[in-house]
């Protein structure tokens, strides 16, 4: 899970590589490359990127996309999480402390991000960002897993291909991890794509080059993969449920406060700060909010042939019956959907915006059912709740930094636009 970035300035580890990787991915597109912020460049701001999500809730537990980096490209899985902001790769600077991972490590360019920079001094708290190295940006990442990268930053070639057929090459900062720790819930991947709301995020350097509008969003599907979007492009914006980003929660995409709703109906249990968050596999709720989930629960199943299986560790809280559970349709009509209503103003009226969760987006099926919502008290949350990927399923799921919105709506997640004529219609 990573779901708050903590960054700190740190000693240098000096090192310098020339690079050689192998040749480009892919043949038959339009090439063109972007040199940087260069205002000779004519602004991409009306196309999209798509790309490909692969993996799954259960039981792989972790997405990933794969990104094209280095001249020429070479692949690279990263986890797309919209809780943080700077992507990094494990990187060969050479690597203290490198996790496995499912290509070589990265070899840094020679191109190196110096202290100034204003992506630099993103990473770091007001009046922390001191530049005793002046030629580099240190960083640190800390996740709420107790997993953490540390590094430097460097800038290379991006290599993207937008859905109106143009292959593009960006050159982009990105954090070359030469120290990693492992988190509780670590995945095999070569890094994280940071999605986050701040400058360091591939999505504002993106927008700020003029490529894309600030806008990113994600469908994953029940059944595994789905996909990822930079643009805004690939959705009807008039089908959407919209609520405002919270003004509160700056370093977060957060609609503000929410209100349980059980069965349709509401509970009075108001005040729940949100965050959405992709690099959470699970959704998480505040101990008090956690407790009437859990209870209603339990009231739901007394009577029927259901127990708790506590020999089944997939996870927390897993309920079995009289043989085991082939499928999720044998299962959900047992528990209740539950839901976020969202205040939100709506010209000069104001209406709720309900972020649905059918039993099918939180239960997972082990051959018994277990609860995809925890305690996030437990886990150090304190008082925010999180939706994870678990609860996002079958939704596509928007993030408009332009707009400062969030918008959701149930969709088929398997089926991947590639296009201006397949944008989703819904």
């Given at each position: 899970m990573k779901t708050v970035e903590v960054v700190l300035v740190l000693l240098s580890l000096l090192w310098c590589y020339s690079v050689s990787v192998p040749s480009a991915h892919g043949q038959g597109r339009k090439e063109s490359k972007h040199p940087g912020t260069t205002s000779s460049f004519i602004s991409r701001t009306g196309s999209s990127v798509v790309l490909p999500i692969h993996g799954n809730v259960y039981p792989r537990g972790f997405y990933h996309v794969v990104l094209y980096i280095g001249q020429p490209p070479k692949p690279y899985f990263l986890d797309p999480d919209t809780g943080s902001d700077l992507t990094w790769l494990q990187c060969d600077a050479p690597c203290v402390r490198c996790t496995k991972a499912p290509h070589p490590l990265y070899r840094p360019s020679n191109e190196r991000v110096v202290c100034k920079d204003p992506i630099c001094a993103s990473l770091h708290p007001p009046g922390q960002h001191k530049c005793d190295i002046p030629e580099q940006c240190d960083y640190e990442v800390e996740y709420e897993d107790g997993g953490s990268s540390l590094g430097v930053l460097v800038k290379d070639n991006l290599t993207l291909n937008f859905i109106d057929g143009i292959r593009l090459s960006s050159r982009l900062a990105f954090g070359c991890g030469y120290d990693q720790l492992p988190g509780a819930s670590s995945h095999p991947t070569d890094g994280v794509l940071g999605l986050g709301r701040?400058?360091?995020?591939?999505?504002?350097?993106?927008?700020q080059q003029g490529l894309i509008r600030n806008v990113i969003g994600h469908c994953l599907s029940s059944r595994g993969g789905g996909f990822l979007f930079f643009g805004d492009d690939?959705?009807?914006?008039?089908?959407?449920?919209?609520?405002q980003m919270s003004s509160d929660y700056l370093k977060y995409y957060s609609p503000g406060l929410a209100e349980i709703v059980l069965s349709g109906k509401a509970t009075g249990l108001r005040n729940l700060r949100v965050v959405f968050d992709s690099g959470s596999s699970y959704t998480y709720l505040s101990s008090q909010a956690y407790q009437f989930f859990l209870d209603s629960v339990m009231k739901?199943?007394?009577g029927r042939q259901m127990r708790e299986a506590l020999d089944d560790w997939t996870l927390p809280v897993c309920f079995k019956g009289e043989k085991?559970?082939?499928n999720m349709r044998e299962v959900a009509k047992l528990f209740k959907p539950i839901a976020l209503s969202f205040a939100s103003d709506s010209g000069k009226t104001k209406a709720a915006a309900q972020f649905d969760i059918s039993p099918e987006a939180y239960l997972?099926?082990?051959?018994?059912?277990c609860l995809g919502i925890l305690n996030g008290t437990q886990i150090g949350l304190q008082n925010l709740n999180l939706i994870g990927d678990i609860s996002m399923q079958d939704k596509i799921v928007i993030y408009d930094n332009e707009k400062q919105a969030i918008g959701w709506l149930s969709t088929d997640c398997d089926r991947i636009p590639k296009s201006r004529s397949g944008a989703l219609s819904f």
């Open positions: 701040g400058k360091s995020s591939i999505t504002s350097q993106l927008h690939v959705f009807d914006p008039s089908r959407i449920i919209w609520t739901e199943l007394s085991p559970f082939k997972v099926i082990s051959g018994n059912a």
